[in-house]
């Protein structure tokens, strides 16, 4: 097949040096950025049609991203890239020590459908600006999207450096087979386990960003009505298909009544209805079926309507939800909201603890002590106190998963590390060799 072909062109390519300068690396990110700008009005035609995603929506959330990465590497490489000198212990004297980040060689993205640019082309940025070749797989499920990317690249770029394929399972399994020397994947924990195995095999290194149930806490001590405004925003933002999206609601009883009022409130005012633009759709018949199984209707607070032919879910919110029901066995991914309630916050975060490692948690609490123990005593990826999805908007936070949801991290410098080996290197003058060092050992030696 071609990609194997390619693939042994990257190799070649990458051992020829023109990756290491950071003059080239900047190019090569110039040049995506000027071909995404060029070709925007594409890229929303695309997602549009794969899922109904609006204009704005995919500019702030996806778009708006690759700009911002391709801005910060071109800004911070000559720092990133520059070897760092440490401090050389008293057995290495005189030396001079240092850390070099060299690029780790030939990598592969796989990415997800549902930010489908953001989520393919930022670890490839990242890639390209820590000095690696590049071979990206979009996700085949959002099919538009992932024929933009492919044939952008591909009209864009030198193959031997970075090159883009379509492909499913079959593909991803064929690709999996060659040996790279870092892999770097977005998708389901299900999946992810079969990337890890195979990666396990070459002993490639992986990055794994995947999935999880990611709870909010609402406590008595928080500002109901922002939590709510705030929530209904990160959970039916995409139509709910957000990898740290709100999964479920934990609320304190005392103001339970008074939240679930303002939830309802907010899905009204934001007007997302049947016809709205503003409001995704959901990728696929597969997902609208097994979203729709989920709606209990004897539990629905609001919402509950779908049409099979647009694939469109109103904003749906279950309450009083039980942790045995069936929406709190998986990851949702689509825009239902179950709504369960505690007496005690120590209750909610030994809940929470019980279960998988989520990629995000969220708490709302104006109380300092709640807040020092939902960011000490629960393990997550990462997470927001009063605000929900905007920490993976902040460059200089680390966005990854732990456990469950994921190994390794990237965005900013995380994402120029995720991509670079660091090398050491003691560079010792050649004289002053110590007397002790070297054998025989003999008895005035080991008396000394
Ligand atoms: P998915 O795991 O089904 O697919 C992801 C990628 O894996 C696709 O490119 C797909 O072609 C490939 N793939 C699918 N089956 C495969 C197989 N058997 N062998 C090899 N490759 C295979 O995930 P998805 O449906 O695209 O995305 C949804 C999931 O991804 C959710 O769980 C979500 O939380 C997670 N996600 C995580 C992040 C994150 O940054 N951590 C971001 C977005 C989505």
Not at 108 to 124: D, E, F, H, M
Not at 172 to 188: P, Q
Not at 381 to 408: D, K, T
Request: charged share 25%; glycine share 6%; proline share 4%.
């Amino acid at each position: 097949m071609i990609f194997q072909q390619i693939h042994k062109e990257q190799q070649e390519f990458f051992h020829s040096q023109k990756t290491k300068s950071i003059k080239y690396r900047k190019m090569q990110l110039e040049l995506l950025r000027d071909v995404i700008k060029k070709r925007e009005k594409e890229f929303y035609t695309a997602i549009d049609k794969d899922f109904g995603k609006s204009e704005f929506d995919t500019y702030t959330t996806e778009i708006s991203f690759l700009y911002n990465d391709i801005e910060f590497y071109l800004k911070n490489l000559n720092r990133l890239a520059k070897p760092k000198r440490v401090k050389t212990n008293l057995a290495n004297q005189l030396g001079k020590s240092s850390v070099i980040k060299e690029p780790l060689g030939n990598v592969l993205v796989i990415g997800a459908w549902n930010y489908p640019y953001q989520l393919t082309l930022s670890p490839a940025i990242a890639a390209i600006a820590a000095g690696n070749t590049v071979i990206v797989k979009p996700s085949e499920i959002a099919s538009h999207t992932s024929r933009l990317m492919v044939e952008l690249i591909n009209s864009t770029f030198s193959r031997e450096f970075l090159y883009a394929l379509e492909g499913d399972a079959e593909i991803t399994s064929a690709l999996l087979k060659l040996k790279f020397d870092k892999i770097f994947f977005t998708g389901s924990t299900r999946v992810g386990k079969i990337i890890y195995e195979a990666a396990a095999k070459q002993l490639t290194p992986v990055t794994l960003e995947l999935g999880g149930k990611s709870p909010v806490i609402v406590s008595e001590y928080a500002d109901v009505d922002l939590a709510a405004k705030r929530i209904v925003w990160g959970k039916f933002i995409n139509g709910g298909q957000t990898c740290v999206a709100p999964d479920y609601i934990l609320v304190d009883k005392k103001v339970q009544g008074k939240f679930l009022e303002h939830l309802r409130r907010y899905i009204d005012t934001f007007a997302y209805k049947v016809d709205s633009p503003h409001y995704s759709r959901i990728i696929n018949d597969k997902n609208f079926q097994r979203l729709v199984g989920l709606i209990d209707s004897e539990k629905i607070y609001c919402g509950g309507g779908s049409n099979p032919l647009t694939r469109f879910i109103e904003p749906t919110v279950l309450f009083p939800v039980a942790w045995e029901d069936k929406v709190m066995e998986d990851e949702i991914f689509g825009p239902i909201l179950p709504v369960l309630s505690f007496h005690t916050f120590s209750e909610a975060l030994h809940a929470i603890s019980q279960r998988e490692k989520p990629l995000a948690a969220y708490l709302f609490s104006n109380n300092s002590k709640e807040k020092k123990a939902f960011s000490e005593r629960i393990s997550f990826g990462g997470g927001c106190i009063n605000e929900v999805v905007m920490h993976l908007s902040n460059e200089n936070l680390p966005f990854g998963g732990v456990g469950n949801s994921g190994m390794g991290n990237y965005h900013g410098e995380y994402g120029f590390d995720t991509f670079s080996h660091k090398k050491a290197i003691l560079d010792r003058m050649t004289w002053g060799e110590p007397p002790l060092r070297y054998p025989p050992y003999t008895d005035s030696k080991l008396n000394w």
